[in-house]
């Protein structure tokens, strides 16, 4: 061992900072600062990013700009499901009808496990990691996916063996399903089409009768990723003390990068290739790579961007690097804001106007493969056909496309000749999407940190020569904080001259240029896994669930209260996340939380919005917990900031108190209105999470439903189920689509006869076929007939889709509710939820 670090020590490899002394542990970058240079924030949440991300510092302001963005959009997507979940993460803005649990779509879950790793807070990469297999409804293998690796590269970054020990059953059962469901035993590799590669329309699917699915192959994409699971687990088997697995795994894995390398590769065209399992139309037939038979067959064209995904995970051997000669020229796949998904003379090459056609657009997803397998390249291979400065070129590409309006933004797919989203960046959909990944590639490739599963820090920037200084700090790293430095002078962060490396504030390696940096760490502390004594956020309800309830004394309309508790937080009028008191004739409004049962609470966090649409912070606020059949300010509050702040958490702690209800009362400031984006309460729980187990006060929940007439998209029995969702593509809605009625009801028998006094509908529209209601009618059963209701108040009084439209009607006592809607014709009328009050605490 000692003559290999000599030996390292000889080359430049390994550091020599252990010889000297232990810098004192203070940051290298001021975080305040830095944060304060960008001007397009929506979340402000300076503590949040101190606390959570690595800052980074280059001379390239644009690339600045998208590092701290992406973080930004990570708190978009950033989800809450439920005490027993934990954190997930969205693909989309909204949660449309194909995600599952939460919103959760596994297509982008490995790019989105490589960027959340870097994230200090561990809990939120342990929840979503066991999400996929701890969690109903969430779907591990509704698209082709890395999970297995992506784990693994999380646990190469926390160094957590006890976490690694919780995921490897996971990671197999992952494998497993993907064996039942897609392995092809005589061909011995693993099959499926595009549109679950995560790209719906192209250049093979094209050519079948199905363009949307159709051309079921043997695809460079899943099979890539299933090698990367395997040696996954086979690496992780083995640190695990499994060497029979490890073995096994191992083997397989082997075979599978011999069968991709022979069935794939194409030595005349020079490129990895999807293959034909089945004939197909126009004489394609099975076991032919693309255009090797069918309408183009011999075209010496077909190559698309998925070719370069085995270098993604090291897969092919020496003797492959040809490939990447297309990539860098504009008469293939490089571009203005590219690069393309198919190469440019490709016979169906198109830049298409609208999602969801992958033969030529600008596609993020892959983009952010081709720059990880480019990296790989220069790192593990010897060959000269691409070079550094091609990286940091298409590096650059990729971050200057990410612009919209002059400000960092990102959506589905861009013109790669002018950058733009036109077409691929649907409202209340697409916006800031999260389908690719950024700032890993700023960790690993540009600074150049390569997690490792041993105790060493290496580095290998492919930061250009030509910049004078980078860094980037609060990294959290095998159980240590770590910081990375260049500084060509050594004038800038005063650690000396050249690269740099520093572990919990002390100099261990150091370099005078840009290369490869390897050093040793210290031992480290015990490394807890995350889930020890944690904390639960109980206000959070996603529905399906009676409790928690939230109620509001007012909710201004195209606002509603459901997105307090909807365990996601953002700040930008729209897409909307909100509720205000825009409009309330109230001196003073509030939020109730109801659990349904005495919980523990020791903290309660308010995400308050600030922004031009005249909603301001309130002037004041009072916390309150129900004691004793009363409402009782929490004792011994402490809270930061001291006064309501917009666009960031307003955290308050107190000793933690037992009760079933919360309540926040806000006066606002005058001439303004109040509003947030979310409410959490937080409180130890051990898990399973008690149910609660009081009878709901919303009456609705429990009824038995029935319409006069269902559109065959939508089912009436949604509408009662605790979950709001107005989004375009949310499919838990009942809608007359299709009727032949001027008017039509929904009807709810309830549980018994009560006392009914407030009606809340959470009208859903499209603004095409679907549109609020021209006005609708409360009824009651009488015991022979459906009697009206007397209307006190109607908010709004025009009916308007994704609000709560909230009527106050004369007492009544009954066990049947109708509500007639009459119609906008030719749109029909939609709900997404439907509440039924009686009296009210």
């Known amino acids: 061992m000692r003559l290999a670090v000599l030996r390292m020590l000889a080359l430049g490899l390994i550091g020599i900072a252990s010889l000297g002394e232990a810098q004192q542990p203070r940051p290298v970058l001021d975080h305040r600062a830095i944060l304060g240079r960008q001007a397009w924030w929506d979340n402000r949440d300076w503590g949040w990013y101190e606390a959570n991300i690595p800052f980074f510092e280059s001379p390239d302001s644009d690339i600045d700009a998208t590092y701290y963005y992406r973080w930004e959009l990570v708190t978009k997507h950033l989800t809450y499901g439920s005490p027993e979940s934990g954190y997930t993460f969205t693909e989309f803005i909204d949660r ?45 293998r509704s698209y082709s996916n890395w999970y297995g690796d992506a784990v693994f590269a999380a646990f190469m970054v926390n160094g957590d063996k006890r976490f690694l020990g919780t995921m490897l059953p996971h990671m197999e059962a992952q494998y497993a399903g993907w064996m039942a469901e897609h392995w092809d035993s005589t061909k011995r590799m693993f099959h499926w089409d595009g549109l679950h590669d995560g790209m719906e329309v192209n250049i093979n699917s094209r050519l079948t009768t199905d363009e949307g699915s159709g051309a079921d192959g043997y695809r460079p994409t899943i099979n890539s990723y299933l090698f990367a699971d395997a040696v996954a687990i086979s690496r992780a088997a083995g640190l695990l003390g499994q060497p029979a697995k490890s073995a096994e795994f191992a083997a397989r894995a082997t075979d599978l990068k011999a069968r991709v390398q022979r069935e794939l590769w194409d030595p005349k065209r020079e490129f990895f290739f999807h293959q034909f399992r089945t004939d197909e139309k126009g004489g394609i037939t099975a076991g032919s790579l693309t255009y090797q038979s069918g309408p183009y067959a011999g075209n010496r064209h077909g190559r ?36 393309t998904t198919v190469e440019r003379h490709d016979p169906q090459f198109l830049i298409s106007p609208r999602c969801c056609v992958w033969s030529g657009n600008a596609w993020p997803y892959a983009t952010t493969q081709t720059l990880v397998a480019m990296a790989n390249l220069l790192d593990n291979y010897h060959q000269s056909v691409v070079t550094k400065a091609d990286y940091f070129r298409l590096f650059r590409t990729y971050t200057i496309s990410q612009r919209k309006d002059g400000r960092p933004y990102i959506a589905e797919a861009a013109n790669p000749d002018n950058g733009s989203w036109d077409g691929h960046n649907t409202f209340d959909h697409s916006e800031h999407y999260f389908h690719s990944g950024y700032v890993d590639l700023v960790i690993t490739g540009i600074v150049g940190l390569r997690p490792r599963a041993d105790d060493s820090l290496e580095v290998r920037p492919l930061a250009p020569d030509s910049w004078d200084y980078f860094a980037i700090d609060n990294i959290s790293y095998h159980g240590h904080q770590v910081a990375i430095v260049w500084d060509r002078t050594g004038t800038r962060y005063h650690r000396g001259a050249g690269l740099t490396l520093l572990v919990d504030g002390s100099v261990i390696g150091q370099a005078p240029r840009l290369g490869r940096l390897i050093a040793a760490l210290p031992a480290s502390g015990a490394r807890g896994s995350a889930g020890e004594s944690r904390l639960v956020n109980i206000a959070v309800n996603n529905g399906h669930r009676p409790y928690p309830l939230i109620r509001t004394s007012y909710s201004a309309p195209g606002t509603s209260p459901h997105y307090l508790i909807d365990g996601n937080y953002w700040y930008h009028t729209s897409p909307p996340n909100r509720w205000t008191t825009a409009g309330s004739p109230n001196a003073m409004d509030g939020a109730t939380i109801d659990f349904g049962a005495a919980r523990r609470v020791e903290s309660v966090k308010l995400y308050f919005l600030d922004d031009s649409s005249g909603v301001t912070p309130p002037a004041r606020y009072e916390l309150a917990a129900w004691r004793n059949g009363a409402w009782v300010r929490i004792a011994g509050q402490r809270r930061s900031p001291a006064q309501a702040m917009g666009q960031r958490a307003n955290s308050i702690t107190f000793p933690a108190v037992t009760t079933s209800s919360l309540r926040v009362l806000f006066t606002p400031r005058p001439g303004s209105a109040v509003g947030l984006s979310e409410i959490e309460a937080w409180g130890r729980a051990a898990l399973p999470f008690p149910a609660a187990v009081a009878a709901s006060p919303d009456l609705a929940w429990g009824a038995v439903t029935s319409a006069s007439f269902t559109s065959q998209f939508d089912q009436v029995n949604e509408v009662n189920d605790m979950t709001v969702a107005f989004s375009h593509y949310s499919r838990n809605r009942w809608t007359a689509f299709g009727s032949p009625n001027a008017s039509d009801w929904v009807q709810l028998d309830l549980q018994g006869r009560h006392r009914i006094e407030q009606v809340e509908l959470h009208l859903w529209g499209d603004g095409t076929g679907v549109k609020a209601p021209k006005r609708y009618t409360i009824q009651s059963w009488d015991g022979t007939a459906w009697v009206d ?25 009954t066990n049947r509710v109708r509500v007639v809607f009459e119609h906008d014709l030719p749109a029909v009328s939609g709900l997404t939820e439907i509440m039924i009050w009686g009296g009210q605490r």
């Open 96 to 140: 449309p009808f194909w995600s599952g649990a939460f919103g959760a779509i596994s297509c982008p879950l490995g790019h989105q496990l490589y960027e959340a790793r870097w994230l200090n807070d561990r809990q939120i990469v342990a929840d979503f990691a066991r999400y996929w297999f701890e969690t109903p409804g969430a779907q591990p």
């Open 304 to 339: 698309e961007e998925i070719g370069f995904v085995p270098w993604q995970f090291n897969l092919p051997d020496a003797g492959y690097e040809a490939a990447w000669r297309f990539l860098m020229d504009t008469a293939y796949f490089f571009s203005a804001r590219g690069p």
């Open 789 to 813: 209701a007397r209307v006190i108040s109607q908010v709004p009084l025009r009916p308007q889709v994704s609000s709560v439209n909230t009527v106050r009607i004369a007492p009544v006592t």
